[in-house]
């Protein structure tokens, strides 16, 4: 596969403030690759970097397998989709998306030929002549889309292109635009915060965090095999413990959680009394009211929340952690207070190499802030 974009070892400061530390990562011919992370993690910065807008401190960008050295924004094949739009007011939507054609003097007729092309595939035939004030905010993304691609960009950048939207909108159109990004076969380099948006789009999401890459993977491995619990708690709902390598045996490593119970056996190169992170997610999580054979730890029903398509429990485990499980909504709920057992499969537990002090604390607030308590 041709590798249409790479960062080797870029590193950004703004004065002294480490922006970007050593990031390296590639994106190949006709990928929809998403960059998720929280806010401030650095993705706009990287996206400014590959466009041309900003030059990186150290390091280096290739594109379509050339290194860009510093050539200017408009001498790269790529466009940028902003989050605001940034259209032009005063201009048509037809003379929006005829803009880059105009700079690159490109005649009239055939300007305004491939102008009816875009508008068709952004589903808006018959509105070039409209004003930009007569369009609804996702109209105007889709002009802005229009208007990136008319002069067959090698790669598209799109911002929080969706943010602006409110939620029923944003979901049609990122289901248009995957189908525009298939249907073209352009490189998309995508930036968002929304794991949701980034597990159904992307071929592949690299995961960043304060700078720095924490997994590139497909969406798949990334929920099933996270490697950091940033990644696992980022990704997905999660439940994270402590554990300690306790033994290897010919199965695997066995660890065991916190509260001393048997947890895992993981056949990742680790060694014995290693402490690592184990993670669980909350549909793994089974519940007993008799005790079960094997692994189990004894709990209590602490919270429920009705969710629609599931519902959302907490249960208390002997330590005072608050472990989340999630089941199908029709399931009928245990009275809060119910003494059980929980258990998991072991294969069901994910082994976390690297012990990180970014655990999350759910002992105290378990984070269903999404989510409505029934009265
Ligand atoms: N021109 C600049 N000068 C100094 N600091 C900057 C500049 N641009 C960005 N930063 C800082 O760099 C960090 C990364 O910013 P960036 O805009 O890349 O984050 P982001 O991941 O896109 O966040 P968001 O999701 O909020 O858009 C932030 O701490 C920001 O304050
Ligand atoms: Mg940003």
């Given at each position: 596969?041709?590798?249409?974009?790479?960062?080797?070892?870029?590193?950004?400061?703004?004065?002294?403030?480490?922006?970007?530390?050593?990031?390296?990562?590639?994106?190949?011919?006709?990928?929809?690759?998403?960059?998720?992370?929280?806010?401030?993690?650095?993705?706009?910065?990287?996206?400014?970097?590959?466009?041309?807008?900003?030059?990186?401190?150290?390091?280096?960008?290739?594109?379509?397998?050339?290194?860009?050295?510093?050539?200017?924004?408009?001498?790269?094949?790529?466009?940028?989709?902003?989050?605001?739009?940034?259209?032009?007011?005063?201009?048509?939507?037809?003379?929006?998306?005829?803009?880059?054609?105009?700079?690159?003097?490109?005649?009239?007729?055939?300007?305004?030929?491939?102008?009816?092309?875009?508008?068709?595939?952004?589903?808006?035939?018959?509105?070039?002549?409209?004003?930009?004030?007569?369009?609804?905010?996702?109209?105007?993304?889709?002009?802005?889309?229009?208007?990136?691609?008319?002069?067959?960009?090698?790669?598209?950048?799109?911002?929080?292109?969706?943010?602006?939207?409110?939620?029923?909108?944003?979901?049609?159109?990122?289901?248009?635009?995957?189908?525009?990004?298939?249907?073209?076969?352009?490189?998309?380099?995508?930036?968002?915060?929304?794991?949701?948006?980034?597990?159904?789009?992307?071929?592949?999401?690299?995961?960043?965090?304060?700078?720095?890459?924490?997994?590139?993977?497909?969406?798949?491995?990334?929920?099933?095999?996270?490697?950091?619990?940033?990644?696992?708690?980022?990704?997905?709902?999660?439940?994270?413990?402590?554990?300690?390598?306790?033994?290897?045996?010919?199965?695997?490593?066995?660890?065991?959680?916190?509260?001393?119970?048997?947890?895992?056996?993981?056949?990742?190169?680790?060694?014995?009394?290693?402490?690592?992170?184990?993670?669980?997610?909350?549909?793994?999580?089974?519940?007993?009211?008799?005790e079960v054979a094997g692994f189990h730890i004894p709990?209590?029903?602490?919270?429920?929340?009705?969710?629609?398509?599931?519902?959302?429990?907490?249960?208390?485990?002997?330590?005072?952690?608050?472990?989340?499980?999630?089941?199908?909504?029709?399931?009928?709920?245990?009275?809060?207070?119910?003494?059980?057992?929980?258990?998991?499969?072991?294969?069901?537990?994910?082994?976390?190499?690297?012990?990180?002090?970014?655990?999350?604390?759910?002992?105290?607030?378990?984070?269903?802030?999404?989510?409505?308590?029934?009265?």
């Amino acid at each position: 596969m041709k590798e249409m974009i790479k960062l080797s070892s870029i590193k950004k400061n703004y004065g002294d403030v480490k922006i970007i530390k050593d990031l390296n990562f590639t994106v190949y011919e006709g990928e929809f690759l998403t960059m998720l992370g929280p806010s401030g993690c650095g993705k706009t910065t990287t996206l400014r970097m590959i466009a041309g807008f900003e030059e990186p401190t150290s390091g280096e960008i290739l594109l379509d397998e050339k290194p860009v050295g510093d050539l200017p924004p408009y001498k790269r094949k790529i466009n940028t989709v902003f989050q605001n739009y940034a259209l032009f007011p005063h201009l048509t939507v037809a003379q929006n998306i005829a803009f880059g054609l105009k700079m690159a003097k490109v005649p009239k007729p055939k300007r305004s030929l491939q102008v009816e092309k875009m508008l068709k595939l952004v589903q808006l035939e018959g509105y070039g002549n409209r004003k930009l004030d007569q369009l609804s905010g996702g109209q105007k993304q889709r002009i802005a889309i229009a208007r990136a691609l008319i002069n067959h960009p090698q790669v598209l950048l799109l911002d929080e292109p969706l943010s602006a939207l409110d939620l029923k909108l944003r979901k049609q159109m990122q289901l248009e635009l995957k189908r525009l990004q298939r249907k073209l076969g352009i490189t998309f380099v995508y930036v968002t915060h929304d794991q949701e948006e980034a597990l159904m789009m992307s071929d592949r999401i690299a995961v960043m965090n304060k700078g720095h890459l924490e997994q590139i993977a497909d969406p798949r491995t990334l929920y099933e095999k996270p490697k950091t619990c940033f990644v696992a708690n980022f990704i997905g709902e999660s439940n994270i413990f402590y554990g300690k390598v306790s033994e290897i045996t010919k199965a695997g490593a066995k660890v065991t959680i916190e509260n001393g119970y048997l947890s895992i056996q993981s056949k990742k190169p680790v060694s014995e009394s290693q402490i690592v992170n184990i993670v669980i997610r909350p549909e793994k999580v089974k519940l007993s009211e008799t005790e079960v054979a094997g692994f189990h730890i004894p709990a209590t029903v602490a919270e429920h929340y009705y969710a629609g398509n599931m519902n959302k429990t907490v249960l208390r485990l002997p330590n005072g952690m608050a472990l989340k499980m999630n089941t199908p909504g029709e399931q009928v709920l245990l009275p809060i207070g119910t003494s059980v057992f929980v258990y998991w499969e072991l294969s069901d537990a994910i082994l976390v190499e690297t012990a990180s002090d970014d655990v999350y604390n759910v002992v105290d607030n378990p984070d269903f802030s999404t989510v409505n308590q029934q009265s």
